[in-house]
């Protein structure tokens, strides 16, 4: 059987036209995402970042990303698939972009080319923040960003990231790490959880969530939930009993939810109904209650403003102690803080923070 290809054609987004093609962002001014694409592009990794950031999307108002794509490498290239593509935009494109995408790697033995290293370091340099999906932490790690850093990858290619860069702190089994700057995200969807959770930093919660209803995904998924789960779909028995059992506890949070009073609800022996929570969600119930807990508590930071007393109340903490605690704990900030940063006043400022300071440097970008 002959083998048949497509040929797709990627062009960085000409922002300066009101004509401008319906699939790219239309609106002047906002944060500049450049996604790298190279020859053997991992196209779901790739189709990420595009679906995120590289449709229109008018609902969101000004200031939302513009999106372009860099070529490291020259000529036609290929991707997963038998798509073929051509870009219109060399490494250039980074010294004008806020955010830059490596959307996976060729291959985690493959060189990094030295003109893409000193390509990122220029950009981490003078202040755009860099992430990467699934194996494009190898690239990161190749250009000497994640040096003393937390990061993380694919959980099957943690072993090999450590032992290639050992100055790495290798976090195998959460879906992202945020180290301010530069980012990365384990294995495929993981990507999107760490977009929602740049969308979250830089327009709200209000627009993350926004984006999720139109992706069909989990508005937000912590950082630190664990990559895979050993039984992620339970038995249909099961399911029958744990769904309705995680929606009555989601349902009032504040609860006393103890195991014994759990397991009898769920019809399980307490010891059989530990086994099977975990392996259906990957949690203890003690570490998903508190997980839902904090999800619902950021909710109320993020897009209300009622006191701390009524947040810590309403999402079952019960004091504002105990909600300080765990938010030093889990989030290393407190309330306050995180309503300052992430709460209804704050929607765009750091999105408007990194475009100013890629302005400062190098003007408006002319993508």
Not at 76 to 104: C, K, N, S, W, Y
Not at 124 to 129: D, H, P, Y
Not at 174 to 203: K, P
Not at 345 to 359: D, N
């Amino acid at each position: 059987m002959a083998l048949m290809t497509a040929t797709l054609k990627i062009m960085p987004n000409d922002l300066s036209r009101p004509e401008a093609a319906p699939d790219s962002t239309v609106i002047p001014g906002g944060p500049l995402v450049v996604a790298l694409a190279y020859d053997r592009l991992c196209t779901f990794e790739f189709g990420i970042a595009v679906e995120v950031f590289g449709l229109a999307r008018p609902e969101m108002g000004p200031g939302w990303y513009r999106f372009a794509v860099a070529g490291v490498d020259k000529g036609e290239m290929r991707a997963t698939g038998g798509l073929r593509f051509h870009v219109d935009g060399g490494l250039e494109l980074l010294e004008q972009a806020a955010l830059i995408i490596v959307p996976g790697w060729r291959g985690i033995e493959a060189p990094v080319p030295d003109r893409l290293v000193a390509a990122l370091r220029a950009a981490n340099a003078r202040g755009a923040r860099i992430f990467s999906f699934c194996s494009g932490a190898f690239v990161l790690a190749a250009a000497g960003l994640l040096e003393g850093r937390r990061a993380t990858t694919h959980w099957r290619y943690a072993g090999p990231l450590q032992g290639r860069f050992p100055g790495v702190q290798v976090t195998p089994d959460v879906l992202y790490v945020d180290e301010g700057s530069v980012l990365t995200s384990a294995g495929t969807a993981a990507g999107l959880d760490l977009c929602l959770h740049i969308i979250r930093q830089d327009f709200g919660a209000e627009a993350a969530n926004k984006v999720a209803r139109r992706l069909v995904i989990p508005a937000h998924r912590d950082g630190g939930q664990a990559q895979f789960i050993r039984q992620p779909v339970p038995r249909a028995h099961e399911s029958s009993r744990l769904g309705p059992l995680l929606d009555q506890m989601r349902a009032d949070l504040s609860a006393d939810h103890s195991v014994e009073a759990l397991a009898a609800r769920a019809g399980m022996s307490r010891r059989t109904f530990l086994r099977r929570f975990e392996a259906a969600t990957g949690l203890t119930p003690a570490r998903w209650l508190l997980a839902e807990r904090l999800g619902k508590a950021r909710e109320f930071l993020e897009t209300t403003a009622i006191s701390i007393e009524e947040v810590a109340a309403l999402s079952g903490f019960g004091t504002t102690g105990t909600l300080r605690h765990h938010f030093r704990q889990q989030l290393s900030t407190t309330p306050a803080a995180y309503r300052e940063s992430f709460g209804p006043g704050a929607i765009g400022q750091a999105a408007t923070r990194s475009l100013s300071s890629i302005s400062q440097d190098h003007g408006t970008p002319d993508i």
